[in-house]
């Protein structure tokens, strides 16, 4: 193990950086000098700063580091990297308090432990937490905490694809901090939240009006988390079939991107934009787009949007009538969603409405039945009730009479599972 300045001098040394060269921007010289002397502690802000200029991760540079804190000191030290989204580094300082025998377990510590394990893919040993912080939360008078952990309970479910439960907490969250006075920003993740899962459910007119009030919630204060309401405003105008509309938002979202430092949230614009292009009948625009964002999305967070990028690239193809060259961007995002149930049913949808709108009824039924088999594992009713009508429609085409009829009856049988 070695101090924290030891580490700092060694990593500029070793990358051929000045002093001077480190402190641009940040700080003086001479505080660089002090914090690699061991004569200053950096703020967390500017350790993060000083650690991204010297090109390592966090989590590499704090690996052989001798913090020298404890208890208090180390748990605000843990907050602080919860807020700059350092989510690996702080769970493991969360684990070191976790096994500490005389530091308390407060609700509020357990509290932020279960989003350290959210955002670092242990979704389920967080929602375990958190259904343990909720016991207590309920009890309290404290109706905003009440409402961060119900919105965290949406968030996880959220990412299981378990909708129900996303929306059945985001529902509580939302009551829960209705006419809270000065929780804006809490207001609009939960607003967001209920927007997804409607989105999810196909309830588009309801997801738009859910975004729309979170990106009023959130601008001018808070930009990033403006933008993200806004792209998923035009996301659903696109939805709705309102190409307009969704063609000025993702202009005001561009231009609110230009003021804002660059992240993965743009790339996913971009790919929502191409689609946008696609349905408008920019093809040769969005065909581009699209092979842009197969390059740039490279990141393990990303990369689950391979498939999709795929799908509708097909899509594409299939409106070019191009059937050969459809069905090899079907394979390929067949393959890149594993098994990935929720993508799958996801997938088999899209290509479904493809084929139903060029009249090729053979290949719609296909993947028609293979995403209502998918959907239904999964309890997505409502999903299947909307394919359900298109795929007795199918059938009827081809002369099945007899099958069309029994689809029909399929759909109110799931109408009364819903009820």
Known sequence: MMALGDKVQRLRVWRGITQTELADGLVTPSMISQIEGNKANPSTELLLNIIQ??????????????????????????????????????????????????????????YEMAICLQNTGKTQEAIDLLDRVLTQAQVSADKPFLAKVLYQMAEAYFQLDNINLARFYAEKADAAVSGVPDYNELQAKVKGILGKAASAASLHEQALSFHETAYRLLIPDSPVEAA????????????????????????????????LPSNSDQLRAKFHYARLLRLIHREAEAHELFRECLNEFQSPTLRKWVPLIYGEMSQLEIERGQWEESKFFQRKALDSAGHSGSMLANLHQMFGESYYQKGRCEDA???????????????????????????????????????????????????????
């Open 228 to 259: 993200d309401s806004l792209l998923h405003t035009a996301i659903e105008h696109t939805h709705l079939g309102q190409y307009q509309h969704a063609g000025q938002t993702f202009d005001m979202l561009f231009d609110l991107y230009k003021k």
């Open 365 to 419: 039924i296909e993947h028609f039945e293979k995403s209502i088999s998918l959907y239904e594992t999964d309890g997505f009713y409502e999903q299947v009730i909307q394919i359900l009508p298109k795929l007795s429609n199918c059938y009827d085409q081809m002369g099945n009479i007899e099958q069309a009829l029994s689809t029909l009856e399929r759909t109110k049988g799931y109408m009364e599972t819903i009820l």
């Open 53 to 110: 200029r010297l090109g390592v991760s966090v989590e590499t540079f704090l690996k052989d580091v001798e913090l020298e804190l404890e208890g208090r000191a180390l748990y605000r030290f843990a907050l602080e990297l919860v807020e700059y989204r350092q989510y690996g580094v702080a769970l493991k300082l969360f684990r070191e308090l976790e096994n500490t025998p005389d530091f308390p377990k407060t609700i509020e510590f357990s």
